[in-house]
């Protein structure tokens, strides 16, 4: 039996965690948390496996912080935006995108990328 990945979702508007919360379920894996703002998020990255980053949250803020200290644990994240590459920090636009609106297939294939076997043999 294989061990779920847990995913941590990062997402201000609360009926599109829910769908992604459904999407993970769906493909099989963990949500390992959802958070709405920076400091939720960096409360929680411990508990993932992975990542997926809305770009802008809640209050004007930005997930750039997020995506820092997940790239500095080594922690896959795929970037969630409505918008286009040019609204991805110029640190992070090397990483996989995962454009609005979701389909599960589009979500399936992000986390693909991110994730395989070897990667998290160790966990």
Request: proline share 5%; aromatic share 4%; hydrophobic share 50%.
């Amino acid at each position: 039996m294989s061990v779920r990945k847990r995913i941590l979702i990062v997402e201000d508007e609360p009926l599109i965690a829910m769908m992604l919360e459904d999407f993970l379920d769906a493909l099989d894996y963990q949500v390992a948390g959802t958070a709405d703002t920076v400091a939720s998020a960096l409360a929680q990255i411990g508990e993932c496996d992975a990542a997926i980053l809305d770009v802008n949250l809640r209050a004007g803020e930005q997930s750039w912080p997020i995506a820092d200290k997940l790239a500095e644990l080594g922690i896959p994240f795929v970037i969630a935006t409505g918008g286009g590459g040019d609204m991805i920090a110029e640190a992070h636009r090397d990483r996989p995108a995962l454009s609005k609106p979701f389909t599960m297939d589009s979500v399936e294939k992000a986390l693909a990328r991110l994730i395989s076997p070897a990667r998290f043999s160790d966990r």
